[in-house]
């Protein structure tokens, strides 16, 4: 039986910023250096740097759940699995 498989990119980014006065600033200050289709996802205040993952999904087609492991490629995560 086929099942749909909806994939995640793991890849991150580590942003480091000049100090700040203020969350806010910080805040601002990292998301003015993240790459298109990246999102903060965690920020250390009293390092000024932050973290970023890569944004969006993907869907793949597997012909059986025993499959799944050896057919996600490198980079990606799977988030769910479901019949077609």
Sequence with gaps: MPFIV???PTETVDIQ???TDSLDEL???LN???????AINDIWPSQNRGRARRTGTREMTIEGRSDLATS???G????????E
């Design 72 to 74: 996600i490629p490198e």
């Design 32 to 38: 003015a250096r993240i790459p298109d289709e990246f």
């Design 17 to 19: 910023v000049e100090e």
């Design 76 to 83: 990606w995560q799977a988030l769910s699995i479901r019949a």
């Design 6 to 8: 909806t994939l995640h």
């Design 27 to 29: 805040y601002a200050a």
